[in-house]
């Protein structure tokens, strides 16, 4: 199966989640860090849940899920502890257009949740198609230990250096190669040993 890797901007977005015990609050909170919209429906809810709903954080119904609840939603999860349930929701979603994630269903899956490596805005996903969520975990692990937490900072200064050579009247081919540059190893080093630097005289 050939997948279609792509990143989704879901801030403002209205997303649903069907069931919100301990593996519905995660994918719940998930969703929220992306700024997405979040109406829940369950016949329980954690108690991280009900506080989230009564903040107004979230929009929660605790009752059985009916198909219309797919009804203006971006994307639905589908996180019940009853696989045949889950088979229902995804199949109101095929039927609304609606892209439906089941947890721990492949066969009731339009997409799958990566195993994510997040340093800033650099994320590192991977997925296996289902077929096994531990070789992702395992492989996020060790891209963690290859990639730290000092890539966030050096995102962002790509990022403003993008911004100048944009601003600037170059060649596409120039400006590529400056690209280039500005996002090696080297460039990488560099950055490293300027920030220790910085460290040290700041003491």
């Not at 860090?33 to 506080?51: N, Q, S």
Request: hydrophobic fraction near 40%; proline fraction near 4%; charge should be positive.
């Amino acid at each position: 199966m050939n997948l279609f890797p792509i990143f989704v901007k879901l801030a403002g977005r209205r997303c649903l989640v069907v069931g919100a015990g301990t593996v519905g609050q995660s994918k719940i909170r998930s969703l929220l860090d992306a700024g997405a919209k979040v109406r829940v429906v369950t016949l329980a809810a954690r108690t991280e849940v009900r506080e989230w709903a009564e903040q107004g954080i979230v929009e929660l119904e605790i009752r059985a899920f009916r198909p219309s609840d797919i009804d203006g939603s971006f994307l639905v999860v589908a996180a019940t502890n009853s696989s045949q349930i889950n088979a229902s929701i995804h199949q109101a979603a095929q039927q609304g257009g609606v892209l439906c994630n089941a947890v721990d269903d492949p066969q009731n899956c339009d997409f799958y949740y990566p195993a994510v490596v997040r340093r800033g805005d650099l994320q590192i996903a991977i997925s296996t198609a289902g077929k096994s969520p531990s070789l992702a975990q395992r492989l996020r692990q060790e891209l963690e230990e290859q990639f730290g937490p000092e890539y966030s900072g050096w995102v962002e200064e790509l990022g403003k250096g993008r911004e100048r050579l944009f601003a600037r009247p170059l060649a596409p081919g120039k400006r590529k190669q400056l690209l280039h540059e500005l996002a090696s190893r080297r460039a990488f080093a560099a950055s490293r040993k300027s920030k220790a630097k910085e460290r040290i005289h700041a003491r």
